[in-house]
C-alpha cells in the first residue's frame, strides 16, 4: 500500500491567494483528519470525515477554511484568501473503523508570503 | 490549559539509557492514550497505544497509564541515537474519534 498520499508537498504562495491541499487516505479506511502543525500551536485536528461525511469541523479556524471529501479516495482542504499566519506543515490522516491507528501523510509544507 | 501536557524538553540520555516520557491530561472522559514518535520534518507515527491501568509492554517500550493520577508515560530502555525525535503524548475521549495531541517532548540520546 502506497499509504497515505499528500500533495503538494511543498507550496509558497502570496498573501490573498487560493490555496488547495489534497490528500488520498489508504483504501478501504473510512476516517479522514485533517491537521494543522506549527511550532507554537502544536499538531491540532483541523476536521474529520466518516464515510465521505464531515463529523466534527470545530477545529477549522475561521470561514476562510473549508474541505470536501466527495469521495472516498479524495479530499481538499481549501484557504481563501490565505494568510501568513496560515503558514504552517497540514497533514492529512486516515483510519479504518476497527483501527487504532492514524495513519499520517507526509503533509503540506505551506508557506504564505 | 492544555488537556494533554508535555515537557517540551529537549531530555537528553546517554546511549543505552532508559529515557522516560511523561504528559498529564485534563479531561477524565478520555478513555485511549498513544504515543506517537515524529522524526524532524517527518509525519508522526504510532509507537504504542494503551487504555487499561497499568504497564504495557512492546519490544524496548513500555507504556504506563495511571487513570486516578491522570497520567501516562514512555520508558525507552537501552535507547539509541535513532530513537532521537520528539514524542508525543495523545488522548482520545471514549466513543470518539478525533485525537488530542500534546505538544511533545523531544528526546536526545548521546552517542
Known amino acids: 500500500d502506497a499509504g497515505v498520499i499528500q500533495s503538494p508537498r511543498h507550496e509558497v504562495t502570496e498573501m490573498g491567494q487560493e490555496v488547495t491541499l489534497r490528500c488520498k487516505p489508504i483504501?478501504?479506511?473510512?476516517?479522514l483528519f485533517w491537521y494543522r502543525q506549527t511550532m507554537m500551536r502544536g499538531l491540532e485536528l483541523l476536521i474529520y470525515?466518516?464515510?465521505?461525511?464531515?463529523?466534527?469541523d470545530s477545529g477549522m479556524p475561521e470561514d476562510r477554511f473549508s474541505a470536501k471529501m466527495p469521495n472516498a479516495s479524495f479530499s481538499t482542504l481549501k484557504i481563501q484568501p490565505s494568510e501568513p499566519r496560515d503558514s504552517a506543515v497540514y497533514f492529512c490522516a486516515s483510519t479504518s473503523e476497527q483501527g487504532n491507528e492514524q495513519f499520517f501523510g507526509p503533509g503540506t509544507r505551506l508557506t504564505v508570503l | 490549559q492544555k488537556e494533554v501536557e508535555q515537557n517540551s524538553g529537549p531530555l537528553s540520555v546517554p546511549e543505552g539509557a532508559i529515557a522516560s516520557l511523561n504528559c498529564t491530561y485534563s479531561d477524565r472522559g478520555s478513555q485511549s492514550f498513544f504515543w506517537y514518535r515524529q522524526y524532524s520534518g517527518k509525519s508522526p507515527e504510532l509507537i504504542m497505544f494503551?487504555?487499561?491501568?497499568g504497564d504495557k509492554e512492546d519490544g524496548r517500550f513500555t507504556a504506563q497509564l495511571n487513570k486516578a493520577s491522570q497520567y501516562v508515560s514512555l520508558l525507552i530502555r537501552d535507547s539509541q541515537p535513532s530513537d532521537s525525535a520528539t514524542y508525543l503524548c495523545?488522548?482520545?475521549?471514549?466513543?470518539?474519534?478525533?485525537?488530542?495531541f500534546g505538544s511533545g517532548t523531544r528526546l536526545q540520546v548521546q552517542p
Open positions: 470525515f466518516n464515510n465521505n461525511v464531515p463529523i466534527d
Open positions: 494503551i487504555y487499561s491501568n
Open positions: 483504501s478501504g479506511h473510512d476516517y
Open positions: 495523545v488522548s482520545r475521549g471514549v466513543g470518539r474519534r478525533a485525537l488530542t
